[in-house]
């Protein structure tokens, strides 16, 4: 099969790597693709917001199966779009990926399928938005509506922060994703990670996962795209995680099909482990990043017939299975990150890296200069390991993070922590 990759991140990077090792794979396209990218498929420089010219590059290059990485071409409608020219796309449709393109799109849903959230309030203007938030107190959630990269979403301990935060989106902070905002209910207890294929009538679960928000160790600092990750976690106990499926998924699944617009693709849920039982706190439409990392590490499975399977809804009677090694990836990011960062600088000692046991590095924001690898983003890599045990597979991480050099990047030090404990205790 000819494969065209859509992405340019880590995320895309560990999806490349495990489709370029499927059997049914005759060429591999990344579009734009990077560094990384770069020693598992041909790296090519279409705009995917030009669907009319994605289109011309799969009919030219007859391509059987195009994947998209990333949620914002999801929302843009391509799928939609390179469907309608007979060509199969692994993902879900425009109206489909608003689970992950409006917050408040999502928390209907939940309203109208009775599938356990927070409580929620949608508004268009900031009197009202502020009214609210002063009315229920802190700490309370305030989310913009769209798009924002990971980062819309503010959790505001106090009246002042929450008030700050509905503000800063109705005067653009996030551009247009906060010309709605959604307030919600602080949901108290553990987050995890929930993914399943779903073929817009069946759902199966992949391996559990659990990714690191705050830049910094213990924690700490402003929510990222993710700093790190691991799976499997031991806190979706098999109870949980039929709970998950049966009360949250599925309902979700067969909500969006009774809607008329099925969902197709990878639908990941962000989840609250709550003294109720898990709640749902957002939806996105696509793998996590960096989650898919330690996932595809994970996959015993070829991916490529399973995308297909949920492309033509044959999910019904498919299966996946896994390695039950545990999996870690460390984000190293550009110093400044999630701020203001700087480009271009060098980074060294890759190969060495590479060489540890159990160890694959996959690149994020990298570009390839005169022989060089530059950093060219604020995730830059992910330094991926897996093990017998979580403990192992992060004492390996680290040990290739650190034959790295490169003075102008940095990772939190503490990844899988929680996970760790448990083994620690004998959990």
């Not at 490169?406 to 404990?421: E, H, Y």
């Amino acid at each position: 099969m000819n494969i065209l990759l859509i992405g340019s991140g880590g995320r895309e990077h560990a999806l490349a790597w495990k489709i370029a090792g499927s059997p049914l794979l005759t060429k591999l396209w990344c579009a734009p693709g990077n560094a990384g990218i770069a020693k598992e498929a041909e790296c090519v420089s279409l705009d995917v917001t030009d669907h009319a010219g994605v289109i011309a590059f799969c009919q030219a290059n007859k391509v059987d199966l195009v994947v998209v990485g990333p949620e914002t071409p999801l929302a843009a409608g391509i799928v939609d779009d390179v469907e309608a020219a007979g060509i199969k796309i692994f993902g879900p449709r425009k109206l489909a990926a608003q689970l992950e393109g409006s917050k408040g799109f999502t928390k209907d849903l939940c309203a109208e399928y009775g599938i356990p959230t927070g409580a929620y309030c949608r508004f268009d203007n900031a009197p009202e938005a502020l009214a609210y938030v002063r009315e229920h107190g802190a700490p309370i959630v305030v989310k913009a509506d769209g798009l924002a990269a990971g980062k819309g979403v503010v959790v505001a301990k106090t009246l002042a922060e929450a008030e700050d935060a509905v503000r800063m989106m109705f005067e653009g902070g996030f551009g247009v994703a906060g010309t709605e905002v959604v307030i919600e209910e602080f949901l108290e207890g553990r987050e995890v990670s929930f993914f399943a294929l779903c073929d817009g009538q069946t759902a199966i679960p992949l391996a559990s996962a659990q990714d690191h928000k705050r830049v910094f160790d213990h924690d700490q600092g402003p929510n990222t795209g993710g700093m790190g990750a691991y799976s499997p976690t031991p806190f979706v106990t098999p109870e949980i995680h039929d709970q998950i499926m049966s009360r949250i998924i599925l309902p979700t699944i067969d909500g969006m099909n009774a809607r008329g617009t099925p969902f197709k693709g990878i639908l990941y849920a962000g989840l609250m482990l709550t003294a109720q039982g898990p709640k749902l706190f957002e939806y996105n439409v696509r793998f996590g990043d960096p989650e898919c990392q330690v996932l595809m590490l994970r996959m015993m499975s070829d991916l490529v017939p399973a995308m297909l399977a949920a492309c033509d809804g044959q999910l019904k009677n498919f299966d996946l299975r896994w390695f039950p090694d545990a999996a870690v990836t460390v984000v190293m990011a550009a110093k400044g990150y999630p701020g203001d960062y700087a480009k271009g600088s060098v980074i060294e000692g890759l190969d060495a890296a590479a060489k540890v046991e159990g160890v694959e590095i996959f690149h994020a924001g990298t570009v390839a200069k005169d022989g060089a690898i530059l950093a060219n983003g604020g995730r830059v890599l992910n330094i991926c390991a897996s093990g017998k045990t979580v403990t192992e597979a992060q004492a390996r991480a680290y040990q290739a993070v650190d034959l790295i050099q490169w003075p102008d990047g940095f990772c939190r030090r503490d990844i899988a922590w929680q996970a760790l404990a448990q083994e620690k205790a004998g959990g």
